[in-house]
């Protein structure tokens, strides 16, 4: 009996090239268990540095594919914002290629009007730079006098080694070489990706809702088709509805600051306030660089110090007028990114991609951080890129977390 017991107690080999598994038989009433089998290791997790040599690898595949890359990231933008126009019009029973057609043509038309008639006075003050330089100097020399002596002191000081006929030596001018291969290779290439943009955006458009479909299809199961469609349709939704509130927003500053500047009496006024348009694009570098332009270009018009300063002053009031109150009622809470946060991802894309990666930055983040709010294992990265903080703790009950003894008190206080 008590080798029978014992037998029975064993499991009974199967063969394994039949398909067949260990199966362990019944243990009799009163007798222990069987230990469970060793379960199998689990995946090893990613180490911080691998993670840091894929960013890495990431950072420099963007960065040599950028003549690839680009044009996909544009069109991809692009259709994200034009996207809700295309499914307005096919409620009305218009096919997606006929709209995406129309919508292009008119943009691109539109975008070729504005150019003809604002690039040709852009063109002749380029042309006229060095003279404008010149002037700015001379003016720059009657207003500030003490700057002037400043400068032949200094001038002074470094001749103070040199002998008469050198002080006397003109300095040499040297010849450079034409440029004109490069400004032909640069257009050329601006115009090829700007070819293959405009190509790859309309077939976004007119492929309407396909991806979306691929994409649902792949997904295993019901819970991340959902997820997937929901993802892809606040993306969408929010860089329409940023870019195309951030397009009125700085065309009416653009238009603001023409207006002011044709009434102070400055030439071209209707250029420089839809090159202020523009440049209110790009977050913090750009409305920097257009109060120095205007600086420039009021010191160039008008002869007083407190008149020139007067196009930088009123575009800057303006752009106060916009950042703090008009861009918060409009945009809402929606848009509520970290400034510091903006701020790194503007460098890092202009950096990574020029005036294109600048113009990108804000669309990029926003999207991540849509994508980053519907992951349950990502909504840290949402809360970092987020300036809104937790109501739940301000800073008394900060202080107190930081205190031993007092998490109690504080989650009681939270609950």
Same mark, same amino acid.
């Given at each position: #009996?008590?080798?029978?017991?014992?037998?029975?107690?064993?499991?009974?080999?199967?063969?394994?090239?039949?398909?067949?598994?260990?199966?362990?038989?019944?243990?009799?009433?009163?007798?222990?268990?069987?230990?469970?089998?060793?379960?199998?290791?689990?995946?090893?997790?990613?180490?911080?540095?691998?993670?840091?040599?894929?960013?890495?690898?990431?950072?420099?595949?963007?960065?040599?594919?950028?003549?690839?890359?680009?044009?996909?990231?544009?069109?991809?933008?692009?259709? #994200?914002?034009?996207?809700?126009?295309?499914?307005?019009?096919?409620?009305?029973?218009?096919?997606?290629?006929?709209?995406?057609?129309?919508?292009?043509?008119?943009?691109?038309?539109?975008?070729?009007?504005?150019?003809?008639q604002?690039?040709?006075?852009?063109?002749?003050?380029?042309?006229?730079?060095?003279?404008?330089?010149?002037?700015?100097?001379?003016?720059?020399?009657?207003?500030?006098?003490?700057?002037?002596?400043?400068?032949?002191?200094?001038?002074?000081?470094?001749?103070?080694?040199?002998?008469e006929?050198?002080?006397?030596?003109?300095?040499?001018?040297?010849?450079?070489?034409?440029?004109?291969?490069?400004?032909?290779?640069?257009?050329?290439?601006?115009?090829?990706?700007?070819?293959?943009?405009?190509?790859?955006?309309?077939?976004?458009?007119?492929?309407g809702?396909?991806?979306?479909?691929?994409?649902?299809?792949?997904?295993?199961?019901?819970?991340?088709?959902?997820?997937?469609?929901?993802?892809?349709?606040?993306?969408?939704?929010?860089?329409?509805?940023?870019?195309?509130?951030?397009?009125?927003?700085n065309?009416?500053?653009?238009?603001?600051?023409?207006?002011?500047?044709?009434?102070?009496?400055?030439?071209?006024?209707? #250029?420089?306030?839809?090159?202020?348009?523009?440049?209110?694009?790009?977050?913090?570098?750009?409305?920097?660089?257009?109060?120095?332009?205007?600086?420039?270009v009021?010191?160039?018009t008008?002869?007083?110090?407190?008149?020139?300063?007067?196009?930088?002053?009123?575009?800057?009031?303006?752009?106060?007028?916009?950042?703090?109150?008009?861009?918060?009622?409009?945009?809402?809470?929606?848009?509520?990114?970290?400034?510091?946060?903006?701020?790194?991802?503007?460098?890092?894309?202009?950096?990574?991609?020029?005036?294109?990666?600048?113009?990108?930055?804000?669309?990029?983040?926003?999207?991540?951080k849509?994508?980053?709010?519907?992951?349950?294992?990502?909504?840290?990265?949402?809360?970092?890129?987020?300036?809104?903080?937790?109501?739940?703790?301000?800073?008394?009950?900060l202080?107190?977390?930081?205190?031993?003894?007092?998490?109690?008190?504080?989650?009681?206080?939270?609950?």
């Open positions: #009996m008590k080798q029978l017991k014992e037998l029975s107690t064993q499991p009974v080999l199967l063969d394994s090239s039949a398909g067949m598994l260990e199966e362990p038989l019944k243990v009799a009433p009163g007798d222990e268990p069987l230990p469970a089998p060793p379960s199998t290791p689990a995946a090893a997790k990613a180490t911080p540095l691998q993670l840091t040599l894929l960013m890495l690898g990431v950072v420099a595949f963007l960065y040599f594919a950028r003549p690839v890359i680009l044009p996909i990231f544009l069109a991809c933008v692009g259709g #994200m914002a034009l996207k809700p126009l295309i499914r307005w019009l096919s409620q009305y029973h218009i096919p997606p290629a006929f709209s995406a057609a129309v919508v292009l043509l008119l943009l691109v038309a539109g975008l070729t009007i504005g150019f003809i604002l690039g040709h006075p852009a063109l002749t003050w380029l042309g006229e730079a060095p003279k404008h330089m010149t002037e700015l100097k001379q003016k720059g020399q009657k207003l500030f006098p003490r700057l002037t002596r400043f400068s032949r002191a200094a001038a002074a000081v470094n001749n103070l080694g040199a002998t006929d050198e002080q006397k030596k003109l300095p040499a001018v040297e010849l450079q070489a034409s440029r004109v291969p490069t400004i032909v290779n640069w257009t050329g290439t601006f115009l090829a990706g700007l070819g293959e943009t405009l190509v790859l955006l309309y077939l976004i458009l007119a492929s809702d396909l991806f979306l479909q691929k994409l649902v299809r792949v997904m295993p199961t019901l819970y991340d088709k959902k997820r997937a469609v929901d993802i892809s349709h606040e993306i969408q939704q929010q860089i329409s509805n940023y870019l195309f509130s951030v397009s009125l927003i065309l009416g500053v653009g238009l603001i600051v023409g207006g002011g500047l044709y009434w102070l009496g400055v030439p071209n006024a209707a #250029m420089w306030g839809m090159l202020i348009a523009l440049l209110n694009f790009i977050p913090y570098f750009g409305p920097c660089a257009g109060i120095c332009l205007l600086a420039v009021g010191l160039l008008f002869d007083t110090l407190w008149r020139g300063l007067l196009p930088p002053a009123w575009y800057l009031l303006l752009h106060l007028l916009e950042s703090n109150f008009i861009t918060p009622v409009l945009l809402g809470r929606r848009f509520t990114l970290n400034p510091v946060v903006i701020f790194v991802s503007l460098i890092f894309w202009t950096w990574l991609w020029g005036l294109p990666g600048a113009l990108l930055s804000v669309p990029i983040l926003v999207s991540i849509v994508i980053c709010e519907r992951v349950p294992s990502m909504s840290y990265v949402s809360e970092l890129l987020t300036s809104e903080s937790n109501r739940n703790f301000d800073n008394l009950e202080l107190q977390l930081q205190k031993p003894g007092a998490s109690a008190d504080c989650s009681a206080s939270i609950s």
